[in-house]
């Protein structure tokens, strides 16, 4: 896959090390010897009251048309880490720029899933922050639409204008609600 814009630097966790090799790498333990890709997705949260999560809507014309999902995607070979994919997959899905990588959301295994083509691929969530005063710019190839959603809208799955957001899938809206649950942990509420 063509990387056409450099990614700025990053910081990320320290808790985030085992994230920060390349695919191969991290591929080549042995409980994850069968699996044969890895995909990220991105919690990108801004700080309002409530507080709300960036959620982008799938193209008409894509796999799982007009459904409803973080940016995330496959980490490539050529992405120098992890970590680094996730950074790319942001920059390339919405245009924002990754200047932290914050932690893993939901299990540090993460999940495993096989694709249309039959491969088996484990995919990790994480919550990323990015550079402030950017604009959301989607590559309207793969997304149409994108919300700023509360908690509140995304265990409904309802906006508060009543728009109706369907997601790629219960799991993928369970891991935003794992998002939410862990940046209240941060800040000392249940």
Same mark, same amino acid.
Do not use: C
């Given at each position: 896959?063509?990387? +056409? =814009?450099?990614?700025? &630097? ?13 695919? $191969? @790498?991290? #591929? ?31 193209? +008409? =014309?894509?796999?799982? &048309? ?13 992405? $120098? @880490?992890? #970590? ?107």
């Amino acid at each position: 896959m063509e990387h +056409p =814009t450099p990614l700025s &630097p990053f910081t990320f966790s320290p808790t985030l090390a085992p994230f920060n090799v390349p695919v $191969t @790498t991290y #591929l080549s333990s042995p409980s994850l010897q069968h699996h044969q890709a890895i995909a990220s997705g991105a919690l990108i949260f801004i700080t309002t009251s409530p507080p709300k999560i960036l959620i982008i809507q799938r193209a +008409p =014309t894509d796999s799982w &048309p007009n459904k409803w999902e973080i940016p995330g995607g496959g980490v490539d070979l050529e992405d $120098t @880490t992890i #970590l680094h994919g996730v950074a790319r997959e942001v920059l390339e899905e919405t245009g924002l720029t990754v200047t932290h990588i914050k932690r893993v959301v939901g299990s540090a295994d993460g999940m495993t899933f096989v694709t249309r083509r039959g491969l088996l691929v484990v995919k990790f969530a994480f919550e990323v922050e990015v550079r402030s005063g950017e604009e959301v710019k989607l590559d309207v190839k793969e997304h149409q639409r994108y919300l700023w959603a509360s908690e509140e809208e995304i265990r409904r799955g309802k906006m508060e204008d009543g728009y109706e957001i369907l997601f790629t899938g219960e799991k993928h809206r369970e891991g935003i609600l794992e998002g939410f649950r862990a940046r209240r942990e941060d800040a000392g509420g249940i």
